[in-house]
Structures are given as structure tokens and as C-alpha cells.
């Protein structure tokens, strides 16, 4: 039985390669996107559900999630986006280049280093957490929550890593099902589990916020595990071979060749929501909730742009490593132009209606006035913000990330240095610093377009 299954893994390699390679753009990405549209639900579902829980337990609690909550996102887009991205535009472009061992050792060293770093952030809460939650504003019973809150997400946080990643792996052969579905899976486990352990159910005690970040680790978990079972299988294209655990230095170089800078984009931009939060907190702790509120219609613009991006890093990073550079920038626009689009009309949307989107979490006046003034404020400027992360996917599957980086240093200094000046240096209150952060992300989306319309990827690196 052995040898019909290696044939049809082979068959099954070259058709999906061929496609990527030479299929029509537009409905290849489609195709290849539809499955991802689990990926936005499972997000959608895990910040909106913890919103929803966790504002039955009352302000605070609310703001101190607000608080943390940027961390548990930090380790999500450094999972996802940052290293994991990485990961699926080296395993792409090492099978455009007819390198399946090599995509074998790729997939084998990531899961090390995803464990490795699930491990070095729960120590680094540990350490760092609550000396942090109070500088950017914490105190009382807001600063217990954030504590309690990302403790029991830290704790388990490797499992988070290992199911980004291998979802990575497996997304860089172009197979996107199985890894929307095991992301779906683990939402809808921790939306339906996570309330019993936030309010108590029979014998099982209340466990509050620690609830919410327990029963989300614990859904992960289980998505590690389906993952881990199909790599080690002989359908999977590339597999989890215990013969690559010994270090390589070309495997790692390939690994971090993106996803380093990719990383380091993730905390730009997750540090950035962190010190804006550090200002919005000298206003107050309802001030704290509503931005955090409104901030989180930007967190599901992340996963809508992993729609499309996700996709848009398997076909570029596949057609980079076969030579084909004029058609992998073909797929960026195509893919950045469908993103800007649909992100217009939900921008355009929560800036007319912000309290659908706000009332959703609370009915407190002070937090809805805060998070709609950010939502009409902001809002027509997700577009642009959208087509800087969409382009930022197709340089991640290029291989050259220095001009998405460069526009998310940009991003923070204008959002962050601009935003205090607007407040302490022209007295604009909060109205004005949620105008520079409107113009940050205006900022953001024009330098990505300008460097690809540049060529920046005439020369873009091979695996290996």
C-alpha cells in the first residue's frame, strides 16, 4: 500500500504546483482563499465571544482584558503572521523549486522553534507582565484581570505556536482546508467551553478572565494535536520527519530569512496598540474599554486580510522560487486590490453604525462614546490599512520584507509620537490622536504599494 500512496502524493504535488504556476490568477486565489474564510470566522468568533463574556463580568474586567489582550494578539500574529508566515513562503518556495526534502526539514525545524518560542513568551509574562500592565496604566482591580488574564494564556501558549505554524506548513503546499478547519475547530471549542469555566458549571468552580485564556489554550491544544497526526501521515506533502531534528543552519536561514523581519512587523504592530493604550489610559479606564473596543474591529481586519494573504503567500512564494516574478506581482495587486475593497465597506460601515459594532460588549455611555468617536474617526482609513497588510503577505511570500517593515516603523512613529503631540503639544484630546492614527495607517498602506510598484522582487531570493 506504501507505494500508491507516495504516487499519489507525488500527482497530487505536481497538480497543485502546476496551478499554482499556471492556473488564472484571480480564480486560483479564490479557490485557494474560500477555506480561509474559516480562518476570519475562527477569529471573529474568539474576539468577539471573549468580549462578550468577559463585559458579563463588569468593567473592569473588561478594561483589564483590554489591556492584555494586545499581548495574547502579539503572540498570535508572531505565531501566525511573523514566524508562521515565514514558514509557509520558504516551504512554497522550496516545492516551486522541486525541493520536497527540503520542505521536510523546513516543517521540522519550525515545530521546534514554535515550541521554543511558546515557552520563552509564558516565561516572559512571568517575569515581565504585571510590571508592564501597571506601566501602561493598570491599577486595582483592572491590573488583576490583565495579570489573571494573560497568565492563563501564556501558560498553555505553546500549543497556540505549534497549531499556527504547522497550520503554515501545511498552507505552503497549498492546502488550505484542513488547517481552516482545525483553526474553525479550535474557536468553536473555546466558545462553547470557555463560558463554563468563566461562570462555573455544577462542581466546576468560576474561574473568571482565567477562564476565558484557559479555555482558549486548551481548544489549541487539541488543534495541535489533529495537525501533528496529519504531518506525521503519508497524504501530508510535506511530512514531520524525525530525521531533519538535527539543526541546519540553510534550513533555519530559510525559516528566518522572512520570518525574522516578519516577526519583528508583528511587534511594531502589536507593541504599537500597547503604548497607544498607555496614552489612552491617562483618560481613564472607560476610555481604556473603548478603545480596546474599537481597536478590536482592526483585529478582525487582521484575519480578513489572512483570508486572501495566507493564499496570496503560497502563489507568489511558489512562483518566485520557479523564476516567475512578473506573475507573482500580478497576484499581489489582484489579491491587495480584492482586500482594499472589501475592507473600504466595512470601514466605511462601522464609521456610520459604531454602536452595532460597540454595543455588541457594553451598554456603558462612557466606553460607547470613546469607541465610537475612535470607529467614525478611523474607520474610512481600514481600507488603506488593509492593502499595507495585504501587499505585506505578498512580500513575505517574495522573500523581501525590508519595505513592509520600513512602513510599520513608520506606522508607529506617526501613530505613537504624533498621537502624544496631538494630545500634550496642541491639546487635540483624544479626538486628534485618533486622527494620527488614522494617518498612520493611511501612511502604512502607501509605502507598501509605492515599493511594490517599484519592483523590489526583480532579484528576489531562492530557497536554500
Not at 516574478?325 to 491587495?336: D, L, S, V
Not at 505578498?394 to 502624544?420: M, N
Request: glycine residues 12%; contains cysteine.
Amino acid at each position: 500500500m506504501a507505494i500508491p500512496t507516495e504516487v499519489s502524493a507525488a500527482d497530487a504535488y505536481a497538480a497543485r504546483t502546476r496551478e499554482l504556476l499556471q492556473g488564472p490568477i484571480l480564480r486560483t486565489l479564490l479557490r485557494l482563499s474560500a477555506p480561509n474564510l474559516l480562518n476570519l470566522a475562527a477569529l471573529a468568533i474568539i474576539i468577539t465571544f471573549d468580549g462578550l463574556y468577559v463585559g458579563r463580568l463588569g468593567a473592569d474586567a473588561l478594561a483589564g482584558v483590554s489591556l492584555a489582550f494586545p499581548l495574547l494578539m502579539l503572540m498570535q500574529h508572531m505565531s501566525a503572521g511573523g514566524l508562521g508566515g515565514g514558514v509557509a513562503s520558504a516551504v512554497a518556495r522550496a516545492l516551486g523549486a522541486g525541493r520536497r526534502d527540503f520542505a521536510n526539514a523546513i516543517a521540522m525545524h519550525a515545530l521546534v522553534v514554535a515550541v521554543a518560542m511558546g515557552l520563552l513568551f509564558a516565561v516572559a509574562e512571568l517575569l515581565l507582565a504585571r510590571g508592564l500592565f501597571r506601566a501602561i496604566g493598570g491599577r486595582g482591580a483592572v491590573l488583576e484581570a490583565a495579570v489573571t488574564y494573560s497568565q492563563a494564556i501564556f501558560a498553555g501558549g505553546a500549543a497556540l505556536w505549534v497549531v499556527n505554524v504547522l497550520a503554515a506548513v501545511v498552507r505552503g503546499t497549498g492546502l488550505m482546508v484542513l488547517p481552516a478547519a482545525v483553526l474553525f475547530g479550535c474557536a468553536v471549542t473555546h466558545a462553547v467551553f470557555s463560558p463554563l469555566l468563566i461562570f462555573g458549571y455544577g462542581a466546576l468552580p468560576p474561574l473568571g478572565v482565567a477562564g476565558v485564556g484557559t479555555g482558549l489554550m486548551l481548544s489549541f491544544a487539541l488543534g495541535a494535536l489533529v495537525l501533528i497526526g496529519y504531518l506525521r501521515s503519508p497524504r501530508a506533502l510535506v511530512r514531520l520527519d524525525a530525521a531533519h531534528l538535527r539543526p541546519r543552519r540553510e534550513v533555519l536561514a530559510e525559516i528566518l530569512r522572512v520570518g525574522a523581519p516578519a516577526t519583528l512587523n508583528t511587534l511594531f504592530t502589536n507593541i504599537g496598540v500597547i503604548l497607544l493604550t498607555a496614552v489612552v489610559a491617562t483618560f481613564g479606564s472607560a476610555a481604556v474599554a473603548g478603545f480596546g473596543m474599537g481597536v478590536r474591529v482592526e483585529y478582525v481586519l487582521m484575519p480578513l486580510t489572512f483570508v486572501l494573504g495566507t493564499s496570496v503567500v503560497t502563489m507568489v512564494g511558489t512562483n518566485v522560487g520557479a523564476g516567475a516574478i512578473k506573475r507573482a506581482e500580478r497576484i499581489a495587486w489582484i489579491g491587495a486590490g480584492c482586500t482594499f475593497a472589501v475592507a473600504a465597506l466595512i470601514g466605511i460601515g462601522i464609521a456610520l453604525f459604531p454602536h452595532a459594532w460597540i454595543g455588541l460588549f457594553t451598554s456603558d455611555p462612557a466606553v460607547l462614546d470613546v469607541g465610537a468617536t475612535y470607529a467614525r474617526i478611523v474607520g474610512p482609513f481600514y481600507a488603506l490599512f488593509a492593502l499595507g497588510l495585504a501587499l505585506y503577505f505578498a512580500f513575505q511570500g517574495g522573500g523581501r520584507l525590508f519595505w513592509p517593515l520600513a512602513a510599520s516603523a513608520l506606522r508607529l512613529a506617526i501613530a505613537v509620537a504624533g498621537g502624544w503631540a496631538a494630545i500634550h503639544w496642541f491639546g487635540a484630546g483624544l479626538r486628534g490622536f485618533f486622527a494620527m492614527i488614522a494617518a498612520a495607517f493611511a501612511a502604512y498602506g502607501a509605502v507598501v504599494a509605492l515599493a511594490l510598484r517599484a519592483g523590489t522582487w526583480h532579484h528576489a531570493p531562492k530557497p536554500g
